[in-house]
């Protein structure tokens, strides 16, 4: 089994920053990818970044420029770094990790940006 926890979530005006953190632990195999989703108010889930254990990432269009995903893979934890925050970015952050094609997701985490 596979336990993800997430931290940092929170409150931030338009234009500021927060730094989101998910551990991962268990049964952790190699190759793996590590991500972070959203479900906005109203819609569906969505994938923001991911980011493999060789350090190869992809974005949602979006937020390029502005998130950056990296990880510790030592300690299996990842990062999202979220800058220039939009009051559209508000959303529960979900972490995810995908091991040998089972995916295992941690608790969520609010991120509410005021305009």
């Known amino acids: 089994q596979v336990q993800l926890v997430e931290s940092g979530g929170g409150w931030v005006q338009a234009g500021g920053s927060l730094r989101l953190s998910c551990a991962a632990s268990?049964?952790?195999?190699?190759?793996?990818?590590m991500g972070w989703y959203r479900k906005p108010p109203g819609k569906q889930r969505e994938l923001v970044a991911t980011?493999?254990?060789?350090?190869?990432?992809n974005y949602l269009n979006s937020v390029k420029g502005r998130f950056t995903i990296s990880r510790e893979n030592g300690q299996n934890t990842v990062y999202l770094q979220m800058n220039s925050l939009k009051p559209e970015d508000t959303a529960v952050y979900y972490c995810?990790?995908?091991?040998?094609?089972?995916?295992?997701w941690g608790q969520g985490t609010q991120v509410t940006v005021s305009s």
């Open positions: 268990g049964s952790i195999f190699s190759p793996n990818v």
């Open positions: 980011i493999t254990n060789g350090g190869s990432t």
């Open positions: 995810a990790i995908l091991i040998l094609a089972k995916d295992y």
